[in-house]
């Protein structure tokens, strides 16, 4: 059964630092792996999608490494601002027909003024 | 830009009530999802929806759980007689391709007194 993780589970840091999230997950045989932000009391807000074969993906700010073999994936944010304060989930779909995605527990980030 | 929007936006039932939550998912999509979000937990997957018919649900998903595509942009979940552990945030999401990109709508607050 595939078990996701995210470490840490909450992070503070000034405006206008670089920051990493982490994400792991325990059976390496993922089709794709997805990075949402989630606001309080509202929905799930897509960042990045990356795909098995693929070791980064960029989208402004944002960068998603995947180390599918270690079972690791990564999201840098660059440059923090107060409006990425949110929990950041990722979520990994298994290969095959599978279409179900297995979320991890989040990380939460405030950034300070 | 196009979005995935769900109604109603918090819903409060009595215990063994039905309740039909709604959901409008991206008018070119295929795939369609439900997950919940019990309050300080994981995202969780309920169940995914192609061509009329159910290709994937969870053990959460049980007889009590059905799902419709009842017209050509309605995509519902309905809980037949709902119990106090239904409490919870209900998420559907679409996507264009199976193993691509999932959108969420903001949710259903489901509250079962």
């Known amino acids: 059964k595939q078990e996701v993780t995210q470490i840490p589970a909450a992070l503070s840091v000034p405006e206008g630092e670089n920051l990493v999230l982490n994400c792991s997950f325990t059976?390496?045989?993922?089709?794709?792996l997805q990075w949402f932000r989630q606001d309080p009391g509202k929905g799930l807000t897509s960042l990045l999608l990356?795909?098995?074969?693929?070791r980064e993906q960029t989208s402004g700010r944002l960068n998603a490494s995947l180390d599918k073999s270690s079972g690791r994936s990564t999201l840098y944010i660059a440059a923090s601002q107060p409006g990425d304060s949110a929990t950041y989930l990722c979520?990994?779909?298994?290969?095959?027909?599978?279409?179900?995605?297995?979320f991890g527990t989040g990380t939460r980030l405030q950034v300070t003024l | 830009e196009p979005e995935v929007t769900q109604t109603p936006s918090h819903q409060v039932t009595q215990m063994g009530q039905e309740v039909i939550l709604r959901c409008v998912p991206i008018s070119n999509h295929l795939y369609f999802y439900w997950y919940r979000q019990i309050l300080g937990q994981k995202v969780e997957f309920l169940v995914s929806?192609?061509?009329?018919?159910?290709?994937?649900k969870s053990e959460i998903f049980d007889d009590q759980f059905s799902v419709e595509r009842p017209d050509g942009s309605n995509f519902t979940l309905k809980i037949r007689s709902t119990k106090l552990e239904d409490s919870a945030m209900y998420f559907c999401?679409?996507?264009?391709?199976?193993?691509?990109?999932?959108?969420f709508g903001p949710g259903t607050r489901l509250t079962v007194l």
């Open positions: 979520a990994v779909r298994r290969g095959g027909t599978a279409s179900k995605l297995t």
């Open positions: 999401a679409s996507s264009a391709l199976q193993g691509g990109t999932q959108y």
């Open positions: 059976d390496s045989a993922i089709y794709n």
């Open positions: 929806f192609y061509n009329n018919e159910i290709s994937e």
């Open positions: 990356i795909q098995s074969s693929q």
